[in-house]
């Protein structure tokens, strides 16, 4: 059986682990979060950023950074995970559902301003599959209405708009480093803070709402409860593993782009012919090599097709399912359809995507695609 993901390790998690025990500092922010925080910092020039446990709790750091409250609103495109939403919703916000585009499962950004109101907080776009949104439209709505923008940039370390990363364009943003992700350490996540006013306060909210940080640097001369906030930052073990990741970064992205175009230059045959649709990458941003996903032409069809290819031991999956039809949403959802939303929900198929996937792996997959739809 090809499985559908397989995590990567480099070689050096387990060596970086037995050094942060050895260190006698296995709990949160010990040398390797603040070598992580560093290599975000001078790669990226974000202005602040803090390892979290998972990219869930990224975002929820984001709505106790803005203040959400219940009758607040918050614009989540539906065609996202239910960690997007969920981050607000748990503060009592109303989650406004965004359609897709026609031409990528990302939100249509030309029909958000129908949707801002008196009671809109922040909007949250999600870089799927590592491609970006128009964030020129996007920051020019925020500025106009004065309301926050936060990346969820779960599948998009390392992608660039316009020159400039993911994450990084918003107000604030969220990574994750989920085991299926490009980067791992099998759960974990990064708040990445562009908004400096925002800086002190999403480190009190990090240590469990005091002013630890501080103290330890010397800022101040005792430490106590001074905020909101949670346990939100991961062990030294985490981030030994994940530094391991980040020193091969490189590596893993030349090579998951070159999986990429491997499925790309095999499958467009088939898109020709139209019988599949194949990714779209704006002419706007970069491709990080998350996934690769086509599209098939009816619900019915992408069934038959992960059986066919599951008989022939392959393992394909379906994504998300639109939000606004969820079985805990759905009764409450007092929004428009959501076409495009539901479309990719009933007509995507992702196919197997991992660091040590090999070529001829690649090949037998892509044939037997072929030859089902011949």
């Not at 970086?16 to 790669?43: L, M, P, R, W």
């Not at 002013?211 to 930052?233: I, P």
């Not at 007509?347 to 695609?369: A, C, G, S, T, V």
């Amino acid at each position: 059986m090809i499985p559908f993901n397989k995590p990567f390790l480099t070689g050096k998690e387990t060596d970086y682990i037995v050094d942060a025990v050895n260190s006698g500092h296995i709990s949160g922010n010990g040398v390797f979060t603040k070598k992580c925080h560093n290599f975000f910092q001078e790669k990226y020039e974000f202005h602040k950023v803090l390892l979290t446990t998972s990219c869930t709790d990224a975002l929820e750091m984001c709505a106790l950074l803005i203040d959400i409250k219940p009758g607040d609103e918050v614009i989540v495109p539906s065609y996202t995970f239910v960690s997007t939403a969920l981050a607000f919703v748990r503060q009592g916000a109303k989650v406004i559902f965004a359609d897709s585009s026609v031409n990528h499962p990302n939100l249509d950004v030309d029909k958000l301003e129908s949707l801002i109101t008196k009671k809109t907080r922040a909007i949250v776009p999600v870089h799927y599959a590592s491609m970006a949104v128009d964030m020129d439209k996007v920051m020019a709505l925020a500025d106009k209405y004065n309301i926050f923008v936060i990346e969820d940039a779960a599948q998009a370390i390392n992608t660039f708009y316009k020159g400039k990363p993911l994450g990084g364009i918003g107000h604030l943003g969220a990574f994750s480093f989920h085991e299926t992700k490009n980067i791992i350490s099998g759960e974990g996540g990064l708040l990445i803070i562009n908004d400096e006013k925002l800086a002190e306060r999403a480190e009190i909210i990090w240590e469990k709402g005091t002013n630890r940080a501080s103290f330890f640097r010397g800022e101040v001369n005792k430490y106590g409860w001074v905020d909101t906030g949670s346990s939100f930052l991961p062990s030294e073990i985490t981030a030994a593993f994940l530094y391991a990741q980040l020193e091969k970064m490189d590596m893993i992205q030349r090579k998951r782009t070159y999986i990429w175009n491997l499925y790309y230059n095999g499958l467009l045959h088939l898109s020709e012919q139209g019988k599949i649709k194949l990714p779209i990458v704006p002419e706007y941003s970069t491709n990080n090599g998350h996934m690769f996903y086509i599209l098939c032409k009816s619900l019915e069809e992408r069934k038959n097709l992960i059986f066919y290819l599951k008989e022939r031991g392959i393992l394909s999956v379906f994504h998300y399912l639109s939000l606004h039809k969820s079985e805990f949403y759905n009764n409450i959802y007092e929004g428009e359809e959501l076409p495009m939303s539901d479309y990719y929900t009933d007509h995507l198929l992702r196919l197997p995507f991992y660091f040590e996937l090999k070529d001829n792996e690649i090949n037998r997959i892509i044939k037997h695609i072929i030859d089902f739809f011949d």
